[in-house]
């Protein structure tokens, strides 16, 4: 089907973790010049396929053959020296030292260290390639747009021609990942290949020139992206066809059920993290939160959550003053709490029962002793009504992120909160799991519950949101219509540069 | 090729037959030992494993050497439990039993249906004070556990010390040691011609209380929640300080009832040797029972016959007492080790 030999060509690779075939006999084509994305669901095997390439991992069986020839590859050390670089997910950059540092960490070369000639090239192909950072800003002063930018520096310094991307998109906000792809159309141009990991299939029919899917381990099918479609993507991540739920029309949506007026919070160091949050979600409707992380979005869920203190201000739920309470008055007051970190909100160690019954155990005794028949009844019928792969005796700790999540889910919701604050619902999860979250809050908006979502992504956002809120510095900086807020507008908003008040708003606006 | 580390979770059947495997290890590892005392190794084994067994009294004497580590052992496994690293036990123990003590020499003419209680009580009561100081500590201040409970463990040895030498020297010997309590402050024994007494049927009775307590309870959910990820159980309104004091001061208190014990079980009086490093011993006997109510009532069983059978292997074979505590030691080492390996897998790897 091609004509010249690809720059890299992997044949029959296999890797086992344990009992999990991460890939069975994958074969992958790379051209050269080619922007190449490698699609499928968490776990679907694409990372560990890219990790083999880079030396990270070794293939259990299989073979590598760059530029037509062979290629042994047992370190990343080896793929550098075959021209081939990799940006994971998480950057392995020295946070006190400068860029050009970090650029040339490993490749010094020389006993003698000539910081000027690197600065200049570090500079050079910086400009080159529209990769805009200051060579001798230390790292820990960027943000992580920019961090990724020195990361794939660090790569064409050491000759790649082949690039390696593992999801690099799912950190940046709208503007860098225009930003990013404005590099990568740069890089083809001047011949190198790159390797695309991601599961947001608009991007991929956008930039890539040829999509690979992966499913379970094997690849499923390999195309020019001109000549298919999201949907048909979707389809073949999936294996079937998956129906996108869609937001129903909005039932009056006028009682405020949730109020934050003026709220103040200090983050885990006792800075001040949120400074003067006002915000009203009512019965009936959902208000996204947007924001890059780090901008408060975790403390205010905390905050109504009841784990952490309010400063200043005034919390209501339902007319009710909950300002001081702790997380068992706020699940009294009738607030649900998805949070963030999974993991933090079950005790890992525990059943999956027990984990279900943990947030009203007193419902479960008789007499201070435990009634075993009663938790394992109650889980037996959350795990029936919420599909959940799991006996009502395993550890939650084995549970997937997406099983772990309905038991959360199904905690919650049994309990027909008033209010849900839900934190980054679908981080992590496969795109049938997302599809069940997402059906299920607005199940639950229908019925009449607030529902406060935090999300760092954007088209969850979108999807779900009746109202979008974005946050910025401790602070609400924008409070739109999700009918008029575009993915450009909040990304703007989210970086603090510009700042949008009023508008057609119904929340309290300080 | 290369060897390779892995991380995997044990498999379902291995965690109740790691304790049986560290002792395995712990022998062949401290046979070199036996063999340089001058001893055979097996025939060691033999003397330390079954020959107690084989009479009456000394098997009733492995009984009376389990009863404090017992209640030490449960006193540890309940601390932990709540998330509480409690490493003194041997404190709350020494508190216990000179508060026990000074009852007890108080009680002449007393009736024993009396007197013991309140021995009892005010064991409990002082172990339960000494575990108070690093448990408002951790739960206001902070401060890590680990190390307040182990300073309190010298400053509890010395507060003995201070009153066996001082106020209360036993004025007939001279010697450091108090006057005996009075005889119905004295536990009965329950066979005639050994050591054995109440005091091993009451750390049963306790070990039975504790394990209900945490397996069987609405409490014991809450407080394994606690100890197992503070966090979330704090995220499920659990009240997570309340529950860490009352672990902490819950286990205090059983510690110190096994001072009382010993004081009023076996040496009648407080001596500075009257520990002897039980409330150590006791995170042993919790790390060897796997943390569950019946494997320390197991634990404490088998480290009493090591105790009783070092004396026995020292008599036949002239071997140094304190091999006894060779193993022990060793057996600690290797039960931690255990179960912190429990969870990684060596595996060769071909290279290329």
């Known amino acids: ?510 | 090729m290369a060897l390779k580390v892995e991380r995997r979770p044990a498999p379902v059947w291995l965690p109740p037959l790691l304790p049986l495997l560290a002792v395995v290890i712990t022998f062949v590892l401290t046979s070199a030992l036996v063999w340089l005392a001058g001893a055979n190794p097996l025939r060691a084994y033999y003397h330390f494993l079954i020959e107690p067994l084989s009479s009456r009294v000394s098997a009733l004497e492995v009984l009376v050497k389990a009863t404090p580590l017992l209640l030490t052992g449960m006193a540890v496994m309940l601390a932990f439990y709540g998330g509480f690293w409690n490493i003194g036990a041997e404190g709350q123990f020494l508190v216990g039993a000179t508060a026990a003590t000074a009852v007890g020499l108080n009680m002449h003419g007393v009736p024993p249906w009396v007197a013991l209680p309140l021995m009892a009580l005010s064991g409990f009561a002082a172990g339960m004070a000494w575990a108070l100081i690093p448990a408002v500590m951790k739960t206001r201040l902070h401060t890590d556990e680990v190390v307040t409970t182990l300073l309190l463990n010298t400053v509890a040895l010395l507060l003995v010390s201070a009153l066996l030498n001082g106020p209360w020297r036993d004025p007939i010997s001279q010697w450091p040691q108090s006057p005996e309590i009075a005889s119905t402050a004295i536990l009965p024994k329950l066979a005639p011609r050994t050591r054995l007494h109440l005091g091993f049927l009451i750390a049963l009775a306790t070990a039975f209380v504790v394990g209900v307590l945490l397996r069987r309870t609405v409490f014991g959910l809450r407080m394994r929640a606690v100890g197992l990820q503070p966090k979330a159980a704090r995220f499920a309104g659990i009240p997570v300080e309340r529950m860490l004091l009352v672990s902490a001061l819950a286990s205090g208190g059983i510690a110190g009832l096994a001072g009382m014990v010993e004081v009023a079980g076996i040496h009648y009086r407080l001596i500075e040797a009257i520990s002897g490093g039980h409330g150590y011993t006791g995170i042993l006997v919790a790390m060897l029972g796997n943390l569950s109510a019946p494997g320390v009532v197991l634990a404490a069983l088998f480290i009493g016959l090591i105790d009783t059978g070092s004396q026995t292997v020292s008599r036949a074979l002239g071997v140094p007492v304190y091999l006894g505590e060779v193993i022990q030691a060793t057996l600690l080492l290797v039960t931690l080790a255990v179960l912190l390996l429990q969870n990684y897998r060596l595996r060769w790897e071909r290279r290329g």
């Open chain 1, 1 to 510: 089907m091609t004509q010249q030999t690809p720059i890299v060509s992997m044949r029959g690779i296999h890797k086992r973790f344990g009992a999990v075939l991460a890939n069975q006999g994958v074969d992958f084509d790379l051209q050269a010049g080619e922007i190449h994305a490698l699609l499928g669901e968490n776990g679907a095997g694409k990372s560990t396929l890219m990790r083999i390439l880079y030396g990270l991992y070794r293939a259990d069986a299989g073979s590598i053959a760059v530029d037509g020839r062979p290629a042994l590859i047992r370190s990343p050390r080896d793929a550098i020296a075959l021209g081939i670089g990799m940006v994971t997910q998480h950057f392995a950059l020295a946070a006190p030292l400068s860029v050009t540092e970090n650029v040339i960490l490993g490749q010094e070369g020389r006993l003698r260290l000539d910081l000027k000639s690197a600065e200049a090239q570090v500079t050079a192909a910086a400009q080159r390639f529209g990769l805009t950072v200051n060579p001798r800003a230390q790292v820990h002063t960027l943000s992580i747009g920019q961090r990724q930018r020195v990361e794939i520096l660090k790569a064409l310094y050491r000759q790649a021609r082949v690039l390696i991307l593992d999801e690099p998109t799912a950190v940046l906000i709208p503007q860098e990942v225009e930003q990013l792809f404005q590099t990568l159309m740069r890089l083809k141009a001047e011949g190198v290949s790159v390797v695309f990991i991601s599961h947001k299939l608009s991007e991929v029919t956008r930039i890539a020139d040829r999509v690979t899917v992966m499913r379970s381990g094997c690849v499923v099918g390999s195309m020019p992206a001109a000549q298919t479609s999201p949907a048909e993507l979707a389809r073949m991540i999936v294996g079937q066809t998956i129906t996108s739920v869609s937001k129903p029309r909005q039932l009056a949506a006028d009682r405020p059920m949730l109020i934050l007026d003026d709220v103040w919070a200090d983050d885990d160091k006792g800075a001040p993290m949120l400074r003067g949050i006002s915000l009203q979600v009512n019965a009936g409707e959902i208000v996204g939160l947007a924001g890059v992380a780090g901008n408060g979005q975790t403390e205010l869920a905390e905050l109504i959550e009841g784990t952490r203190a309010c400063r200043r201000g005034r919390i209501l739920v339902d007319g009710a003053d909950v300002t001081r309470a702790g997380p068992a008055r706020m699940m009294q007051a009738g607030v649900g709490r998805i949070p963030e970190d999974r993991h933090a909100s079950v005790v890992g160690d525990l059943t999956v029962a027990e984990n279900m019954a943990l947030e009203h155990l007193n419902e479960f005794g008789r007499h201070g002793f435990l009634d075993r028949a009663r938790l394992r009844r109650h889980a037996e019928q959350l795990i029936a009504e919420y599909q959940i792969k799991a006996r009502p005796e395993d550890r939650i700790r084995t549970l997937s992120g997406g099983n772990m999540q309905k038991v959360i889910l199904a905690r919650v919701l049994e309990r027909r909160p008033r209010v849900i604050v839900v934190s980054q619902p679908t981080r992590g999860l496969d795109i049938r799991a997302t599809e069940y979250i997402h059906g299920k809050l607005l199940d639950q908006r229908q019925r009449g519950a607030a529902i406060l979502l935090i999300s760092e992504d954007l088209d969850e956002l979108l999807k779900l949101a009746d109202r979008i809120a974005v946050i910025y510095g401790g602070r609400i900086v924008g409070v739109m219509p999700a009918e008029t807020a575009t993915p450009e507008r909040l990304g703007l908003l989210m970086v603090g540069m510009s700042h949008e008040t009023g508008g057609p708003d119904h929340g309290a606006q300080s």
